[in-house]
């Protein structure tokens, strides 16, 4: 195949993959990119242009495997595509040059979990692939191999997402315990909680090092959590065999944290909540099934902003909100050097939905909520089938970010 690119490429002619309303598989499209990125062949990412379309050279072997995929495309004339680039000039758009197929990690644990992660659905329905790594893999430097890290749902406070008044006699709770458990034990921890601590500094070093992390749902405050608590014992008797210090509150440090700042954590066992940085808190009751609960895309200037402008590229720009064990973020607990990347729309202005911010050379994104498609999840429900959401504009999000570290960015216009 790559001889047969090798060829096509002296007689290329442009390939638009639209990303609008005209796209029969959005969630497909972004695996065709990833696949051209694979074979060395760069991908103009057109932002704010038709929703964030794709512009590539014309190879016969791509514009088949779109119609494999049921992927739109659309041929265009060098008369056709200097008029596209004649309209990202003069308006707020700008083309970034996509160069390299990132290589993907989920960190999830090999066992099998009682929920879906709304990540690796989009990573295998667009056929994006990915490794899963766990703990062990992450002290033994696994972590150097890839480009792009996503958190599947883990609780960095070792407190099991708070799951033990409603699951704690279920056997996947203990099952999931006893194997957390044995493994910090392995590994030469006192205690689980240390444990995850220790995962989350090394994660920590990744992102200085110049990785791009992708977290949602519990994953994003956990983290934060478990970074403030280095050195304090911030869980309950019933999770670690000790009592929580009785003033964690007053020793969080939350200079250790990468989005979050004077938060208050939560160490009372039967409350499910972990901390106040999740907005609305799980205890406030649920009316409808998300009709008034939206949230839209900011729209920022692709020329000068081009990192948040890939994030938020869309066919839409308003999207039904979803909820999680971290629904969003209280906008108070937010610090202020990080870039909020949605506004809301007839929910309360203090959730934040969606956030990005950079440490070291690294860069992160956290997105509340679990699975874009389904308002409410609740453990052994049955997963969605992304065949019956290709245009899923909460997915889109995700693959955006899949797509981040294959950017080369140049310096804004000045």
């Known amino acids: ?58 190879y016969s072997v791509f514009t088949e495997e779109c119609r494999i995929r049921g992927v739109s495309f659309e041929r265009l004339s060098r008369t056709a595509t200097s008029l596209v680039y004649f309209d990202i000039e003069k308006d707020n758009m700008a083309i970034v040059r996509l160069e390299k197929a990132p290589r993907v990690a989920v960190y999830s644990p090999p066992t099998a979990q009682p929920w879906d992660d709304a990540v690796t659905m989009a990573l295998t329905y667009a056929g994006i692939p990915y490794q899963t790594i766990w703990d062990k893999q992450v002290f033994l430097g696994a972590l150097d191999h890839f480009d792009w890290l996503h958190l599947s749902h883990e609780d960095f406070t070792g407190q099991y997402n708070k799951y033990y008044k409603k699951y704690g006699q279920t056997d996947w709770y203990r099952n999931l315990r006893q194997d957390r458990e ?12 240390e444990e995850k601590k220790a995962i989350a500094s090394a994660i920590k070093t990744y992102l200085r090092n110049g990785g791009y992390l992708f977290a ?77 609960e939206y949230f839209s895309m900011f729209e920022f200037s692709a020329k000068f902003d081009p990192k948040p402008t890939m994030l938020t590229q869309n066919h839409v720009r308003t999207i039904r909100g979803f909820r999680g064990q971290t629904t969003g973020f209280h906008r108070e607990k937010i610090k202020n050097r990080i870039i909020i990347l949605n506004d809301n729309l007839g929910t309360d202005e203090s959730q934040v939905k969606y ?60």
């Open 355 to 414: 956030i990005h911010g950079t440490h070291g050379a690294g860069t992160f994104t956290f997105l509340g909520g679990h699975d874009p498609e389904a308002y409410q999840y609740f453990i052994g429900d049955i997963p969605t089938e992304l065949s019956g959401h290709k245009n899923s504009p909460g997915f889109r999000l995700i693959l955006n970010n899949v797509l981040f570290p294959a950017a080369k960015l140049k310096e804004p216009k000045t």
């Open 216 to 292: 949602m749902c519990s994953a994003t405050d956990t983290y934060d959590i478990a970074l403030a608590q280095t050195g304090i014992d911030g869980v309950a008797q019933i999770f670690d065999g000790t009592p929580a210090d009785p003033e964690v509150n007053k020793k969080l440090n939350y200079d250790a944290c990468l989005a979050f700042k004077n938060f208050n954590v939560y160490t009372d066992p039967m409350q499910k909540e972990l901390s106040d940085i999740n907005y609305p808190p799980s205890n406030l009751p649920v009316t409808g099934n998300g009709e008034f």
């Open 182 to 193: 044995k493994l910090a034990d392995d590994l030469g921890f006192s205690s689980v909680h």
């Open 1 to 58: 195949m790559f001889a047969v690119v090798s060829f096509q490429f002296l007689n290329a002619q442009k390939i638009l993959i639209p990303m609008d309303q005209e796209q029969h598989d959005h969630l497909k499209a972004y695996g065709i990119i990833y696949d051209i990125l694979e074979y060395q062949i760069p991908v103009d990412w057109l932002l704010n242009y038709r929703g964030g379309s794709f512009l590539i050279d014309e």
